[in-house]
């Protein structure tokens, strides 16, 4: 469900010209989790706001869509016996053989079905199918029975499919913190704090660091956080990450291309008179709204809406549709990323289907243009580096990752609120709601029960430039509506253009 603010110089009519919605990340899906989507592209409208009324603070039911469409299919009775990973990471193989290389990734504790296949090469101990796809080495991560496993047990929890996020996660707040290969003893506790390195026991966190939150543990007294890696950190020195209300929007006949997307806080909006541009209250952040042209008064270029209001053009981003590059197949998926203007757009072909803003990488860390392909697709997986500037990052578990171009990546970000301008180390910064909508719209898909795919999928269309389709208007200011709440839209006509397996994972070193 869409909402508006309340403040009376802000335009509050529906019906494509203008957009607001606000809603809190902390929301959970309220629908469990089912199989994985089907390749064909959904309707524009599958999981768009229902019409019927609702609370201003509810989100779009696309944001609550389940990460996966159908219930699993009944099995043919030749997957009898029941795959553990034991591994963080444990490899599955697209062939049985010393030479195959790495299929996919599951997380330790997962329980797949699987068949006995054959006893080696590459394997000391058997391969075996799995219902879904792939090899898995009884001697390489797995361990096979004939009955269904009960879980590792010293296993983090599973991700939460049915939240916008799927671990928990806290920012590190101290540099005095150690991340822990174990929980340690006072003894090595004092060591540490008296400035005595022990590589394999401990690493001091000295620089911006993210952590999951798998859970915590009181040991010879002190409270430790656990990460979904099974390492440990001093929990009085974890915080609270960043979170944003931002999220795109489903296309449809109603909302269309070109929108306007609002940036900064406190965004001033303007009302155009003949004394020039009136100060008529804010446009709060991530308010979007249908463009319907550009007004120059002084030095303030602005955009105005189809009820009179007059937004300054530096704290927008506008997001339109082009033409399908003539590398992406007719009937393909693709996404456009804008870098110049910081948006993205998912297509169908040649139909939009989906915008947002988005945050590409920094100067020195430039995004790279061209069109590539979908190559790796993780649930989640840990980015670091070292900038000279800022210094280290490490982020545990950035969520629905996709690779399509060596270490670059589409992923979502749930370490700051800064979407709409540069500022990333090369990946695509996408908010946790849109990031999770195109992680289970784009291919290939990664089947329940996985952490990570290898396959080649979804295109991305990375280019700079291009002048949004918005017409300059240069009207008579008294010709131009005073009264945002009644007003019709003066300026029309303005029509828009059409563990084992790092050798394989990607090294993630941008974000």
């Known amino acids: 469900m869409t909402r508006f603010p309340s403040t009376a110089s802000w335009p509050r009519l529906l019906g494509g010209a203008v957009l607001f919605a606000l809603f809190s ?47 699993p299919s009944s099995h043919d009775g030749a997957f009898e016996q029941w795959a553990l990973a034991r591994y963080h990471n444990t490899p599955v ?17 997962s329980v797949l079905r699987a068949r006995l296949r054959s006893q080696g090469p590459g394997c000391d101990g058997h391969w075996f199918e799995l219902e879904q796809g792939g090899y898995v080495c009884s001697t390489r991560g797995f361990r096979v029975r004939t ?20 671990y928990r996660y806290g920012r590190v707040v101290s540099q005095d913190a150690f991340r822990y290969e174990d929980l340690p003893t006072q003894a090595q506790r004092d060591r540490l704090a008296a400035g ?41 020195y974890i915080g609270d990450h960043a979170r944003t209300e931002l999220h795109g929007e489903l296309l449809d006949d109603d909302v269309t291309l070109p929108l306007a997307f609002v940036i900064d806080d406190e965004t001033p909006s303007y009302r155009v008179s003949p004394e020039g541009l009136v100060a008529e209250g804010t446009a ?98 840990r980015m670091s580096g070292d900038d000279p500037v800022e210094g280290v990052y490490d982020v545990d578990e950035v969520p629905w990752t996709m690779y399509y171009h060596r270490g670059y990546a589409l992923h979502g970000a749930y370490w700051h609120d800064g979407f709409g301008r540069v500022r990333s180390h090369g990946c695509t910064n996408i908010a946790p709601a849109d990031a999770r909508w195109l992680y289970r719209w784009t291919t290939p898909h990664v089947p329940r029960g996985w952490h990570g795919r290898r396959e080649e999928g979804t295109w991305v269309h990375n280019t700079t430039g291009g002048t949004a389709p918005l017409g300059v208007i240069d009207v008579a200011p008294d010709l131009l509506p005073e009264d945002p709440d009644t007003a019709t839209a003066s300026a029309s006509g303005i029509s828009p253009t059409a563990d084992e397996a790092s050798d394989w994972i990607p090294t993630p070193s941008a974000r």
Request: with cysteine.
């Open 25 to 71: 990340t902390a929301l959970a899906v309220a629908q469990g989790p089912v199989e994985a989507p089907t390749p064909e592209a959904p309707e524009a409208s599958d999981g768009a706001p229902e019409s019927s009324p609702a609370a201003d603070d509810d989100p779009p039911m696309w944001v609550t869509a389940p990460l996966y469409d159908v219930a």
């Open 93 to 109: 193989f697209v062939a049985m053989g010393p030479e195959a290389w790495g299929l996919g990734i599951v997380r330790r504790g």
């Open 147 to 166: 009955q269904q496993q009960a879980r590792v047990g010293d296993e983090a929890e599973p991700p939460n499919f049915e939240a916008l996020l799927p």
């Open 196 to 236: 005595v390195s022990m590589p394999g026991v401990a690493e001091k966190l000295v620089g911006d660091y993210f952590v999951t939150i798998d859970g915590e543990v009181e040991h010879e007294g002190h409270n430790y956080v656990r990460t979904v890696a099974g390492r440990y950190v001093d929990a009085e």
């Open 284 to 381: 709060p952040k991530y308010t979007r709204f249908r463009p319907t042209g550009l007004v120059t008064r002084g030095e303030v270029t602005c955009v105005l809406t189809a009820e009179g209001a007059c937004i300054p053009r530096d704290s927008l981003r506008v997001v339109w549709a082009i033409d399908r590059p003539s590398g992406v197949p007719a009937g393909e998926r693709w996404v456009h990323v804008n870098l110049s203007e910081q948006t993205l757009v998912a297509y169908h072909g040649d139909r939009p289907l989906f915008a947002t803003i988005i945050t590409s990488g920094k100067e020195g860390y430039d995004t790279p243009e061209g069109t590539y392909r979908i190559q790796h697709k993780y649930l989640s997986i």
